[in-house]
């Protein structure tokens, strides 16, 4: 009969080494974008490349900057609809609290934000666990079945994509289907369908996004364009491996682009620049958010509470 060695004195469970399975969950999706980099990079042209920042256009990042913005506000209006009605969360309070999170996600892994986020709520409004942890999940399931349903005509839009890429979007208005089931069976209230129809605001700005930065590098800015390079982008960022996604966004964005004929002298600009404008808003009032948060030490109410 084996026996399990004791906990020396004093030590924490947390002490004790990590297992190899939980090594490899860390590091391995950062050594694989790593590599990703390495090999997209050691073919680009570091003077050509240099060519093509300078002759961006400014004007549309501008517009693309904007778009990033707003799709924060829209995801804190999604938050707000699902929550506001129990703990009395304004929209003005919940985009405060979502560009926090995303700013904490820029620079820590796993997407750390979202624990920040659902912490605010707790603390300062009494939103239980249970109930943002629910709406995480309906916003994972709305996002996907937003996306999804965005992208399902891409295979009629670019009929010589490689056969495994259009047949695997092919199956996808059956994903589609049982994604807003999903939805439907896990959302309690009238505002099931409401989930999906706010996503595609969502989409719409990312769209917009995508499209305006193409411009910017003189790429002709096409829907089937920025179709796939959502959809490449979200299946790069799907795990998450480094702070803000740096390099698994940009892996994404290369990759789409050269798949639909963009020269890698403009594809990986674009990259760069896009998710540059992704994070740009969220670190400049994510921070700034953030920062004010911190001076705030009582929630809301606490200061009448102690009178009372």
Known sequence: ?????????????????????????????????????????RSVDLHELLRSLAAV???????????????????????????GGTAGVTLREMTVYSFASYATNAFLPMRAGEALRVWLLQ?????????????????KIADVASLLLLVSPLPWLIPDLPPSVAQALRVLPCIVLAA????????????????????????????????????AVHVAPTLEKALVVILSVNIATAIPATPGQVGSHELGSTIALRLVGVSEAQAVPFALLYHATQLLPILVL???????LSREADPPGAAGANVA
């Open 123 to 139: 603390r300062r409004h009494a939103v239980p666990l249970t109930l943002s942890g629910a709406t995480i999940a309906l916003e």
């Open 57 to 83: 256009n400014v004007w549309p990042l501008g517009l693309a900057l904007l778009f990033a913005a707003l799709g924060v506000v829209a995801h804190a209006a999604y938050w707000r609809v699902l929550v």
């Open 286 to 292: 994510g921070l700034s958010t953030a920062r004010s």
């Open 180 to 215: 807003v089931v999903a939805v439907v069976i896990a959302s309690r209230h009238a505002l099931r369908w409401k989930l999906l129809s706010g996503f595609h605001v969502v989409r719409r700005l990312d769209v917009s996004a995508i499209l305006s930065v193409l411009a």
């Open 1 to 41: 009969m084996s026996v399990t060695p004791p906990v020396p004195a004093g030590a924490s469970p947390s002490a004790r080494p990590k297992s190899w399975g939980r090594v490899a969950g860390q590091w391995v999706p950062v050594v694989l974008v790593a590599a990703g980099c390495v090999w997209v990079g």
